[in-house]
DNA sequence: TCGTTGTTGAAACAGTCGTACCATATACTC
DNA sequence: GAGTATATGGTACGACTGTTTCAACAACGA
């Protein structure tokens, strides 16, 4: 009885709202100017979401869930040699498209170091990669829970990532990825 | 004629002010908790600084000063093989009395990143290790104007640095450096 | 039609923000 | 003492914040 419930809406919101939060970041989010980029109210967004920070919550888990599947659909390719793999990933991740991806990533991690307990899974974000990238980089790994290769070859992508983002130096970020390729196949 | 200025009082401010933001953050910085924090107004941090923004301005290039000086202070010993010089940095940054600077360090650039015209000198930020570094491993670079090696090598440190902060499994973290650090001897 | 449940708008609340204005106090020269 | 420049307190403004309150409306079953 009554009138039936739309959950269909509080998905569209949240789809739009990520988009959102990657386009403008997360620092000076506001309910008043997102309500409006979204065509509703503010008084919707807490209707749907309960509070802000339960809607950034949610907008974070999607922004992950949207990331993962976007490398799940990239990373297949397991053949080719270590340089050519890790090119592969380096290509990908620093690729235009990932930019907002990549600074949501940035500005999440800071915020964390200023405000833990709002992060209680930030170390899950940073190490559910090893997984995927220990089977993709098994032939270099000094054993099968080797998670020394996937904390490196990790440290180098993010490293190379911030320096990228902060100089825009494609050339030589790319060529100290070589670099690392030509080490890491010896 | 009239009342003599006080300079002092500024750069008394100033470098509390910057003990203030290096233990606080960027992020939710407001002029009141910080004057009372400093027992002063924020009448007089407007007098000193003119705005919000300049005051930032100024306690930002207070801390990159005060990391200059430490590092210079720290960095002489160009003696040893590399994985010592690498371990001896890599154990210098990553030590707790580094946490405030590191974690400034990612604000910033996270910030930066989304408002991008606040910091025209961002990239500098990163390439004015290149110098220090570059001499530092002049005997694995493949020349003297080489930045791929100084590149590689703050790109490691920073990753490493960033999975620490996030993590906080020490243990991994160095042994991913020394991993590096082998990859590097050959 | 009525009761019930979900949805939505408008407005207000209590708070914080950076900043400006106005008066006054302080320390100096003459 | 007067004159003058710096230093400071107090206060208020206008704009914003997340959130709440009250009312109305919409869609359904009985």
Chains 1, 2 share one sequence.
Not at 99 to 110: D, I, S
Not at 165 to 182: K, M, W
Request: charged fraction near 25%; charge should be negative; proline fraction near 6%.
């Amino acid at each position: 009885m009554g009138r039936p419930a739309d959950p269909a809406r509080r998905e569209r919101t949240l789809a739009r709202a990520t988009d959102y939060v990657l386009a403008h970041g997360l620092g000076g989010l506001s309910l008043r100017p997102l309500a409006e980029a979204l065509d509703t109210s503010p008084r919707m967004l807490l209707y749907d979401f309960g509070s802000k920070q339960e809607l950034v919550a949610a907008v974070l888990a999607e922004a992950r869930r949207r990331g993962a599947v976007r490398l799940a659909e990239h990373l297949p390719p397991k053949t080719g040699s270590v340089q050519e793999r890790l090119r592969g990933i380096w290509a990908w991740i620093s690729a235009d498209e990932r930019a907002p991806f990549v600074r949501l990533f940035f500005e999440v991690h800071a915020d964390g170091l200023v405000h833990p307990e709002n992060y209680p899974d930030q170390g899950e974000a940073i190490t559910d990669w090893f997984d995927t990238l220990g089977a993709a980089f098994r032939d270099v790994s000094t054993g099968p829970d080797d998670t020394v290769t996937p904390t490196l070859v990790m440290a180098v992508v993010r490293g190379l990532l911030f320096d990228l983002t902060a100089t825009g130096d494609r050339h030589r970020t790319d060529r100290a990825l070589d670099r690392f390729a030509e080490l890491l196949k010896q």
